[in-house]
């Protein structure tokens, strides 16, 4: 059974940091990111990384993300400083080869 499971989110400060987590099991994705929906919003892509490390960013968070993985553990991370209120979502994490898997998503809530 492929599962997603997301971990770090709650609530942060203004010009705080935070650290999302998340472990796949049944199977290693080709491609793994992270996406989130603001309220009364679409789902969109904050960041993703492939098996070899590369990386992509939405221009809207470049410079205060960072997106890594740990293959032997399955695991991607996305590390979010400089947080602002506008990046208050619930974010999920995402897994693609052959077919689109996602996390049940977890709450950041930034405060001003």
């Known amino acids: 059974q492929v599962q997603l499971v997301e971990s770090g989110g709650g609530l942060v400060q203004a010009g705080g940091s935070l650290r999302l987590s998340c472990v796949a099991s049944?199977?290693?994705?080709?491609?793994m990111g992270w996406y989130r929906r603001v309220p009364g919003g679409q789902r969109e892509l904050v960041a993703d990384i492939t098996i070899d490390r590369t990386t992509n960013y939405a221009d809207s968070v470049k410079g205060r993300v960072t997106i890594s993985r740990d293959n032997a553990k399955n695991t991607i991370y996305l590390q979010m400083n400089n947080r602002k209120p506008e990046d208050t979502a619930v974010y999920y994490c995402h897994g693609h080869i052959t077919n689109n898997y996602w996390g049940q998503g977890t709450q950041v809530t930034v405060s001003s």
């Open positions: 049944g199977r290693m994705f080709g491609v």
